[in-house]
């Protein structure tokens, strides 16, 4: 009985919040959807004019902020997805004028600004119908339960007033009855609200989701973007290398081989200056080598292929100056590129940990969720970390997207930081490797 | 002293060969794969083993298990693992069965032959030889953990000294104190990390395990 007791509060819960978003359905309609549809027609009439090159713009752009609004009511209230469609701004040329007609061209071009124009059309309609009928249902229950009553209390029923299908009202009964009519209208509008922000969410989605062309458009220039973005990263990552061997290794791999020429020379003549020669050899052969290793490590570090993602996120957390506690589920490998571009991630991330965070420990978990390869580093430091504050995660950013990944940063002033990244990917050679320690 | 090798790369086994025969080792087999290092290990029973971490078949990390595996079926078969790059992993997982007699050193330090001989030596006789680089990184480390926090700083570096493999004269030498003095740190580490008297090679160990897992 308490448990009925509780489902019918929630469900009047839901159906009253529900109630009242769908009031503001109708109000958005009226209050800026009418408007801005007399703005198109306005617009379109006065382009003639040259005053609709500057409206045309603003109408639209007011157009695209209205239709956000309402594929996030889609998502928050009702749960259903809606992705924005518009196509990405072109290159714009400096010139004012020149700027303006190409910014018009951008968005008349588009498809979306037409399926928006079609659902601003339908919206008002729609809107203020679904919206509506929750609460007047509820209001027109509620004048049956009060209004009749109070009238007959104080005997001032006109003859011939009526509620719902009792009509005229003559006796007492009647007036029960029309309560009893009421408080089924008020039931009847709560249970019905959630359902019409749905219905109103899905003729939302008919026309403000992508269609299945925009959708591939927008792949199609994240990709191209991407690839642009990895082949210009790849030339200048082998440029880098390039130099660091050029300036590195191979430089001194020719003093070496100098001092070496020149001992072999002096050998016979002056053997402790042959010696000292030697000794200066062995420390440039030294160098060269520890430079090499550092190239290697950052080409990819032999960690990574050694022990695989796991092994190398264990060594990255065990070389931090401070407690990193690592978490590693992996039922398999990934495929290299993948491993690769987490590795630098984490990398990236637990450098950020060690050199801005200022935190005393942190925590590192790598887990595949069943489509994506997902890794956690949080710090217990001062927060206030962003993507803009020159931290490299910009950077490891372009690099999960060349791969579908994504990065999202978490970090409140005063901490904690959370940094998440995913990778869609498939794992080859299944096997259990499940690890959990603080190094 | 009888040693087996175990590098794939020819030009640089035959160096180590040369090198380690100069200082009267007895290199008694040199392989280049790991399945026949880890049969080498059981047959030979060497006084010691130089590996190199990546062998064939796979050239990944199969020097370091087989010096692992090998030392789980010989207990205590000294190791001395080199590799061209150092991870405190790999440091761990070579000493964590405690038995000492186990070196990690980059193969860079062979140039420094007389300090490589040492260390060879070193291992054999079940200390431990740690390279620099693998220490340096864990004197960076602040830790607030129990018990290494409760080390000054001298014992620490001390600490890390004695991970390197080196003696006591030797770290009184590059700490410009007594040796009397360095005892004493040392003493005091034993203390403060809980190792109870007993051998002191194999406290040594100990230390310098619950240093690379701090």
């Given at each position: 009985m308490a448990e009925f007791g509780d489902d019918l509060r929630s469900g009047v819960r839901h159906g009253a919040v529900a109630t009242v978003r769908g009031l503001a359905l109708p109000v958005l309609a009226l209050a800026l959807g009418l408007p801005l549809f007399l703005a198109w027609v306005l617009s379109s009439v006065l382009v003639v004019a040259g005053i609709g090159l500057v409206l045309l713009p603003l109408t639209i752009v007011a157009t695209r902020n209205l239709a956000t609004l309402h594929r996030r009511f889609a998502t928050e209230w009702s749960g259903v997805a809606i992705a924005v469609p518009y196509r990405p701004a072109p290159a714009y040329s400096r010139f004012g004028p020149r700027r303006a007609w190409q910014r018009v061209r951008w968005m008349l071009r588009d498809p979306a600004t037409w399926r928006d124009l079609l659902w601003l059309l339908a919206e008002v309609p729609v809107g203020l119908v679904l919206g509506l009928f929750p609460g007047a249902a509820i209001a027109t229950g509620i004048e049956g339960i009060v209004v009749p009553q109070l009238l007959w209390t104080l005997g001032v029923l006109p003859n011939g007033f009526g509620f719902g299908t009792i009509w005229p009202i003559r006796t007492h009964t009647d007036v029960w009855l029309a309560v009893g009519e009421g408080v089924l209208l008020v039931l009847v509008g709560l249970l019905v609200a959630p359902w019409m922000l749905r219905v109103h969410a899905l003729f939302a989605r008919l026309l403000l989701a992508p269609t299945r062309k925009a959708e591939l458009v927008l792949r199609v220039s994240h990709l191209t973007r991407t690839r642009t973005e990895t082949v210009d990263a790849q030339a200048a990552e082998l440029r880098r290398i390039e130099r660091d061997l050029h300036d590195g290794a191979q430089a001194r791999l020719v003093a070496l081989s100098m001092s070496i020429g020149l001992a072999e020379d002096l050998i016979t003549r002056d053997p402790e200056g042959a010696r000292a020669l030697l000794v200066e050899a062995r420390r440039s052969s030294g160098e060269a080598l520890s430079e090499l290793r550092d190239l290697v490590a950052g080409i990819h570090p032999p960690v990574l292929a050694e022990r695989g993602l796991d092994g190398a996120v264990r060594a990255l957390a065990m070389a931090l100056p401070i407690p990193v506690e690592t978490d590693v589920d992996l039922p398999g490998r990934p495929q290299a590129p993948v491993e690769s571009a987490l590795y630098f991630a984490a990398a990236e991330a637990l450098t950020n940990v060690a050199k801005h965070s200022g935190a005393s420990a942190a925590r590192v978990r790598l887990e595949y969720t069943g489509t994506h390869l997902r890794l956690a580093v949080q710090d217990t430091g001062r927060g206030g970390a962003?993507?803009?504050?020159?931290?490299?995660l910009r950077g490891v950013a372009r690099r999960l997207s060349a791969l579908d990944g994504t990065l999202a940063l978490s970090s409140p002033p005063d901490g904690p930081t959370v940094v998440l990244m995913e990778i869609p990917c498939v794992l080859s050679s299944p096997k259990t490797s499940r690890s959990s320690e603080t190094a | 002293m009888r040693v087996v090798l175990a590098e794939d790369l020819a030009l640089l086994r035959d160096g180590l060969i040369r090198l380690l025969s100069a200082y009267d080792?007895?290199?008694?087999e040199a392989v280049d794969n790991a399945p026949s290092l880890l049969r080498a290990l059981t047959t030979h029973r060497p006084d010691v083993a130089v590996i190199d971490v990546r062998l064939p078949p796979t050239f990944t990390d199969e020097g370091l298990r087989a010096a692992i595996q090998a030392r789980a079926e010989v207990p205590g078969l000294p190791v001395l693992v080199l590799s061209q790059h150092v991870e405190q992993l790999y440091a761990r997982e070579l000493l964590s069965d405690r038995a000492g007699g186990v070196g990690y050193l980059l193969k860079?330090?062979?140039?420094h032959v007389g300090q490589f001989v040492d260390s060879v030596r070193r291992v054999a006789a079940g200390g431990t030889a740690m390279d620099p680089e693998v220490v340096s990184r864990l004197l960076a480390r602040r830790t607030a953990d129990e018990p290494l926090g409760r080390l000054t700083p001298r014992e620490r570096e001390v600490l890390g000294l004695m991970a390197e493999g080196r003696s006591n004269a030797a770290i009184a030498g590059r700490l410009f104190v007594t040796e009397k003095a360095v005892g004493k740190h040392i003493n005091n580490i034993f203390g403060k990390l809980g190792l109870p008297p007993s051998e002191d090679d194999n406290r040594r160990v100990l230390a310098v395990l619950a240093y690379l897992n701090g």
């Open positions: 962003s993507l803009d504050a020159g931290t490299g | 080792f007895d290199v008694v860079d330090r062979v140039s």
